[in-house]
């Protein structure tokens, strides 16, 4: 992995633990999670040999999903908030959140499609039928969402299967 600082000790608790974990503390819009998915995919482009595992997972998943926080929702918790929920010291975040913008060369907005795509991707992993257009959740308002509009949070603890194919977005959008 070309990301040293990302790496740490393997997380004492589960990913889906981790995701449950950020949902109830973070105070963040669900739709944060399809974009801190975005960015996932975006370093994975930037850094082939970026993989999830078990002891890097935890700053991926949660810087990208602060970021996508930071973008999207017009309330948001200081970086020493979301570092006691990452169990991370502040100056940890910091720095982790500087690498992962420059990683991303600061490429943190989003178009309606790539969300829509993404959104809907994670519905088709979750074994549901995607809802129309208008029905998902719009970018920047997006705050609570409830039923079948959304995957649950438990299904995007398994994001590699978005690392799998570098050029879907792309296929996606030209269909």
């Given at each position: 992995?070309?990301?040293?600082?990302?790496?740490?000790?393997?997380?004492?608790?589960?990913?889906?633990?981790?995701i449950?974990r950020?949902?109830?503390?973070?105070?963040?819009?669900?739709?944060?999670?399809?974009?801190?998915?975005?960015?996932?995919?975006?370093?994975?482009?930037?850094?082939?040999?970026?993989?999830?595992?078990?002891?890097?997972?935890?700053?991926?998943?949660?810087?990208?999903?602060?970021?996508?926080?930071?973008?999207?929702?017009?309330?948001?918790?200081?970086?020493?908030?979301w570092?006691?929920?990452g169990?991370?010291?502040?100056?940890?975040i910091?720095?982790?959140?500087?690498?992962?913008?420059?990683?991303?060369?600061?490429?943190?907005?989003?178009?309606?499609?790539?969300?829509?795509?993404?959104?809907?991707?994670?519905?088709?992993n979750?074994?549901m039928?995607?809802?129309?257009?208008?029905?998902?959740?719009?970018?920047?308002?997006?705050?609570?969402?409830?039923?079948?509009?959304?995957?649950?949070?438990?299904?995007?603890?398994?994001?590699?299967?978005?690392?799998?194919?570098?050029?879907?977005?792309?296929?996606a959008?030209?269909?």
């Amino acid at each position: 992995m070309d990301l040293p600082m990302f790496e740490g000790s393997k997380s004492p608790i589960s990913p889906s633990a981790y995701i449950k974990r950020i949902v109830k503390y973070g105070g963040l819009s669900p739709c944060c999670f399809v974009v801190g998915l975005i960015y996932l995919e975006r370093l994975k482009r930037q850094e082939p040999t970026v993989c999830l595992t078990s002891n890097s997972f935890q700053r991926l998943i949660l810087v990208a999903v602060m970021l996508a926080a930071k973008y999207l929702d017009d309330f948001y918790y200081s970086n020493k908030r979301w570092a006691e929920i990452g169990g991370i010291s502040t100056r940890e975040i910091n720095m982790l959140e500087l690498e992962f913008l420059f990683r991303l060369e600061f490429s943190v907005g989003i178009t309606r499609e790539e969300y829509d795509w993404h959104a809907g991707q994670l519905l088709l992993n979750e074994g549901m039928v995607p809802p129309p257009q208008e029905e998902l959740p719009a970018l920047g308002r997006c705050k609570l969402l409830e039923g079948p509009k959304f995957p649950s949070c438990s299904n995007i603890a398994d994001a590699s299967s978005f690392f799998d194919a570098p050029d879907y977005a792309e296929n996606a959008m030209a269909e």
